[in-house]
């Protein structure tokens, strides 16, 4: 068995699975931003006193919430070409990694939209007297006092759901990204054992999300030294 690791666990495929974990990464951070700016648009949306709007982000964070994240990932890689296809005949390229990182991007948005929607519920609605009292329009209101008072709220909730998405960027292993999971099954496919390039894997990952989570602790406690 010992023999076995150090054949696996060379410097090359050690570097070839911390290369993975970039890739990993990448995904995961891309993806956070995109949620964040998709989930105040949503919170926005459905906080909003247009009909309309109110329908398009509760459409939109049901119907996310309600299917799983593997078929969104395989609808923006297999069924949006297909669908560019079967209507200009023409073939569409797809850059696995971008349309990996749009799946996620637009799921972690409506989990987002939630946690950015109850911020903002938990600011004092004095804030908004305070804000009218003055003059000042409901978007500015908005802009100006009541998000950046949410978001310190909501720093804790969106580093874990950061946790998440690390762990929940391995789904695009399933359409060719090279990531850490993709990595760790290459790996094992070359030496026939698939068991010790998974533990590797299981304990960059695992890494990763304790760091992780061990600065968000630190940022919750400061924040409420804070308060």
Not at 94 to 100: D, Q
Not at 145 to 168: C, G, M, S, V, Y
């Amino acid at each position: 068995m010992i023999e076995t690791i150090v054949k696996i666990f060379t410097g090359e495929n050690i570097l070839f699975l911390l290369k993975g974990m970039e890739i990993s990464l990448f995904v995961a951070i891309c993806a956070t931003v995109m949620g964040i700016l998709l989930g105040v648009l949503a919170a926005i949306c459905k906080m909003s006193r247009s009909k309309a709007l109110r329908v398009i982000g509760n459409v939109y964070v049901e119907f996310i919430r309600g299917t799983p994240m593997l078929l969104q990932l395989s609808f923006f890689y297999l069924g949006i070409p297909m669908l560019y296809q079967m209507i200009t005949g023409d073939y569409l390229p797809v850059n696995a990694l971008l349309m990996g990182i749009l799946a996620i991007g637009i799921n972690s948005g409506a989990y987002s939209c939630e946690l950015i929607r109850s911020s903002i519920n938990a600011v004092d609605k004095g804030q908004w007297e305070a804000g009218m009292s003055l003059g000042l329009r409901r978007s500015v209101i908005l802009k100006k006092i009541i998000l950046p008072q949410a978001f310190k709220r909501i720093i804790p909730p969106l580093a874990n759901e950061f946790i998440t998405l690390i762990k929940d960027s391995s789904l695009v292993s399933t359409i060719g990204v090279i990531d850490l999971m993709k990595s760790s099954n290459i790996l094992g496919a070359r030496y026939y054992n698939y068991f010790f390039p998974m533990i590797g894997a299981a304990f960059i990952y695992l890494i990763l999300t304790l760091t992780i989570a061990h600065f968000t602790g630190k940022l919750e406690r400061r924040l409420a030294e804070g308060d």
